[in-house]
């Protein structure tokens, strides 16, 4: 089902004018397994990561939430391209199957932030991208998707009917985490490779706000209206739900 679903996207990117530069895609290997670690600004991050390694014939089995996967429409195509199912509540199940998978040369991707960003910003980390490279053996790539919440982002309206939209997508040079490394210092090589792709993909993106009602898909601390993230993180609390030892009676 995978190559059927990016023939499909390739005619709906064309038919949107999108223009995806893709930045980097010689970092991932063309053999082997690989861990790929991707910033996460909007719902559609994990097609365009995909879609940039068509030059390296390599496809991404990413990690998602279950709930995806229970969806009526998205949950066949998700299972169909053998993408890998977390549930939050019993993660060991999708971090073995994802260990398989590297294990037998696959490429898998994560979101080390676990749920889009509302600042555009980097966000904390979770320990799963570093822990699997680290158990397989195998690289860590860092990678970066930036315009894709002008798309489908949490928190706004979809657009896909604005034509022409820039959408980058950078991959750095990877990481190669020993066993024995420590895994904080990792994750904040990690971090810090990441925050450089994502500081140039915004300094050298081709668009700019249409007037001051389109300021916010730019962060804060770059003149646009999207929340700090120190605001995001309160948001993000508001909407967390509620375990249910805590919930009301």
Request: hydrophobic share 40%.
């Given at each position: 089902m995978y190559p059927a679903v990016i023939l499909g996207f390739r005619v709906v990117f064309r038919a949107m004018g999108l223009?995806?530069?893709?930045e980097g895609a010689e970092n991932v290997p063309t053999e082997g397994g690989a861990v790929?670690?991707?910033?996460?600004v909007g719902y559609l991050d994990f097609t365009f990561v995909g879609w940039g390694l068509r030059s390296r014939h390599r496809l991404v089995?990413?990690?998602?939430k279950e709930s995806v996967f229970r969806h009526k429409v998205s949950g066949p195509l998700m299972r169909g391209m053998h993408h890998i199912a977390v549930d939050r509540a019993a993660g060991s199940q999708a971090f073995r199957e994802a260990m398989a998978m590297l294990k037998a040369g696959e490429v898998v991707g994560i979101f080390p932030e676990a749920t889009i960003s509302r600042s555009f910003l980097l966000k904390d980390f979770k320990p799963g991208a570093v822990r699997m490279a680290q158990a397989a053996g195998v690289p860590l790539v860092p990678v970066v998707v930036w315009g894709s919440q002008r798309i489908y982002t949490k928190g706004r309206p979809t657009d896909f009917r604005g034509r022409g939209k820039a959408i980058t997508v950078a991959y750095g040079e990877p990481l190669t985490p020993g066993r024995r490394d420590d895994p904080a210092d990792v994750e904040a090589e990690l971090r810090r490779r990441m925050d450089e792709l994502l500081a140039k993909a915004q300094?050298?993106?081709?668009?700019?706000?249409?007037?001051?009602?389109?300021?916010?898909?730019l962060p804060a601390s770059l003149g646009g209206t999207a929340p700090t993230p120190q605001e995001a993180a309160v948001m993000d609390a508001r909407d967390a739900p509620v375990p249910p030892e805590s919930a009301p009676a």
């Open positions: 223009r995806i530069t893709i790929l670690a991707s910033n996460h089995r990413f990690m998602a300094r050298e993106y081709p668009d700019a706000p249409a007037g001051p009602d389109d300021r916010w898909w």
